[in-house]
């Protein structure tokens, strides 16, 4: 059984950096194919993918938001880190991170979601 | 602004059928068969419905199918219940280097 979680500060001031944790367990992220992906979602809109780390250290981030954010994986731990510089307000959202069996394919297992808030 | 665009809001009476479309371009729909659709109800996590644009993971009703024309990717629910009603959004793959667009999402009633 796959299940991920987000863990991470539910408060951010504005400018600072967010470091979110992704620990997984049920699958390997040293097979072959696989990947985490993370995706936001401010209150009441839209889901927006953020970045993806696959099982060989492959990374794919969102070309409106790479500038700020770095995926890292630490395959012993079963977790998958996402950090986001220079926070804003609009930045508020539930964070989720999710399975993906290959590249291309879905994201089949969600996170229950962490929200953060950035606000002074 | 969403890269794949769905309508705002759909509505159907119990029992019926909804279609609910997702238009993109040449570069992601239009391109691969790698169409995705998440249902969400409100404070849970999405759920993936369809997968490779018309597959149902298990345990997902047979209710819920997917179809693609040209740019556009489509999510038909017949039968509609009353647990439907939800907001869906549809997903595609758009190569190696943007991976991933979503579409706005679209608000599901069941009157």
């Known amino acids: 059984q796959i299940t991920l979680k987000e863990s991470g500060p539910t408060l951010v001031k504005p400018t600072q950096t967010l470091t979110l944790t992704c620990t997984f367990s049920?699958?390997?992220?040293?097979?072959?194919?696989?990947?985490v992906g993370w995706i936001r979602q401010p209150p009441g809109k839209a889901l927006e993918w953020l970045a993806l780390?696959?099982?060989?250290?492959?990374?794919r981030y969102s070309p409106s938001l790479k500038s700020r954010l770095t995926i890292t994986k630490d395959t012993s731990k079963n977790q998958v880190v996402l950090t986001m510089t220079n926070m804003d307000p609009v930045d508020t959202a539930t964070y989720y991170c999710?399975?993906?069996?290959?590249?291309?394919?879905?994201?089949?297992?969600w996170g229950q979601g962490t929200m953060v808030t950035v606000s002074s | 602004q969403s890269a794949l665009t769905q309508p705002a809001s759909v509505s159907g009476s119990p029992g019926q059928s909804i279609t609910i479309s997702c238009t993109g371009t040449?570069?992601?729909?239009?391109?691969?068969?790698?169409v995705s659709w998440y249902q969400q109800h409100p404070g849970k996590a999405p759920k993936l419905m369809i997968y490779?644009?018309?597959k149902r993971p298990s345990g997902v009703s047979n209710r819920f199918s997917g179809s693609k024309s040209g740019n556009t990717a489509s999510l038909t629910i017949s039968g509609l219940q009353a647990e439907d009603e939800a907001d869906y959004y549809c997903c595609s793959y758009a190569g190696s280097s943007t991976d991933v667009v979503f579409g706005g999402g679209t608000k599901l009633t069941v009157l």
């Open positions: 999710a399975h993906r069996p290959r590249r291309g394919y879905a994201f089949d297992i």
């Open positions: 040449s570069s992601d729909v239009g391109s691969y068969n790698l």
């Open positions: 490779e644009g018309s």
């Open positions: 049920g699958f390997s992220l040293s097979t072959s194919g696989v990947g």
């Open positions: 780390i696959y099982w060989d250290d492959d990374k």
